[in-house]
Each structure stands twice: as structure tokens, then as C-alpha cells.
């Protein structure tokens, strides 16, 4: 399973990490697109994060969904925007986000003398390997598996409730299908509704 398929399955699951229990993602994107794609998409100014985790916001949203040949990153889709407006938004959160930002800069600053931002593709890669797997992580770094499995899941809720999250996915919305025949006789047989 290839990892932006493994992320549209986690994007159906519950967000309960998040406490996001009546959320409207798709408002919500909408809206954090909406002021990022407005006549000045570069203005975005962060109501909750301070610079330092606007920026690894945004790095690491990207190592979580890049940009491929199918389509657009997390960065493109309005995910550290959309991010931004439920920490707003959710007050719960705040204070799991921040120490979660908080843990992934210092340890890169432990392991390489810079806030995650500043650090090569490659050693942030190498940081992210061991907090992504919970199995294979060490105890030291529970913390860190903790805030990154839940930023992941916020990641793909963000991405695949975006616009081009929805085109990534092939979601074609309510079109009309007026070449409608019934159900196939094969799923009326399944479920025993044939005579």
C-alpha cells in the first residue's frame, strides 16, 4: 500500500486524538483555503502559531503528504492553514500541538544544532523514521510518537477534506447518473432480495 493511499484510509477514521468530535472539516478547509487563495495567497498570518512552528508546520506537513505526479502537498492543499483554524477554533488542542511542535524542535536541535526547519530533507526524514512507527520507536521518543501520529491523522484530515485532496481521491460528487438501471443483480443476490 503505498503511502497516500495508507492516508486516505486513515482520513475516514475518527480524529478522537484531535477531539475534533464536531468538526466540519470541509468548512473548515474551505475556509483556511479561502484565505490562503485570496488576492494575497502569500499573506496567510498564523492566529496560533508563533514563527518557529509555522515553519515546521509546514515542513512537516509536507514529509507527511508530498507533492507528487498525481497531485499537490499538504503545504498546497491549505493544510497548515486548515491547522492553524482548529487550533483556533478547538482550545482543547493547543496545548498537545505546541508541546508536540516544542518536542520536535528540540530534538533536532539535540541531534543536529537546529530547529527542525533548518535541517537537511535527510535529517529530518531520519527523525520522522523514528517516531512514525509506534512498534519500532524507543521509549525515549514516546513522546514524539504520540504528537506525530496525531499530527498525521490532522495532516490527511486537512489534505483529503482540501480541493485537491477531494480531486485526489477522484470523489466526483453529486453528479447525476442518468443512465441508471437498478441495482446489479448480483449485489440483489447478496443480499437476498431476489426472488
Not at 45 to 68: C, G, H, K, Q, S
Request: charged fraction near 25%; hydrophobic fraction near 45%; proline fraction near 6%.
Amino acid at each position: 500500500m503505498e503511502r497516500r493511499d495508507m492516508l486516505k484510509l486513515m482520513a475516514t477514521l475518527p480524529l478522537g486524538t484531535w477531539a475534533l468530535a464536531a468538526v466540519d472539516v470541509g468548512a473548515a478547509a474551505q475556509r483556511a483555503a479561502g484565505v490562503m487563495m485570496a488576492d494575497q495567497p502569500e499573506v496567510f498570518v498564523p492566529a496560533f502559531f508563533n514563527a518557529l512552528e509555522w515553519r515546521t508546520v509546514r515542513v512537516l506537513v509536507d514529509l507527511v503528504i508530498p507533492r507528487d505526479e498525481r497531485s499537490g502537498s499538504a503545504t498546497d492543499a491549505g493544510v497548515p492553514e486548515f491547522m492553524d483554524f482548529i487550533m483556533v477554533e478547538y482550545t482543547d488542542n493547543r496545548a498537545r500541538m505546541r508541546s508536540g511542535l516544542g518536542w520536535l524542535n528540540a530534538e533536532s536541535r539535540s541531534r543536529y544544532g537546529k530547529p527542525f526547519p533548518g535541517i537537511t530533507v535527510t535529517e529530518q526524514t531520519a527523525i520522522v523514521e523514528d517516531i512514525a512507527w509506534p512498534r519500532r520507536a524507543k521509549p525515549e521518543h514516546a513522546a514524539g510518537v504520540r504528537f506525530f501520529n496525531a499530527f498525521r491523522d490532522l495532516t490527511a484530515t486537512g489534505f483529503f477534506s482540501s480541493l485537491i485532496g477531494v480531486r485526489d481521491l477522484g470523489y466526483q460528487g453529486n453528479m447525476p447518473n442518468m443512465a441508471w438501471t437498478g441495482c446489479p443483480p448480483e449485489v440483489l443476490k447478496h443480499i437476498g432480495a431476489t426472488k
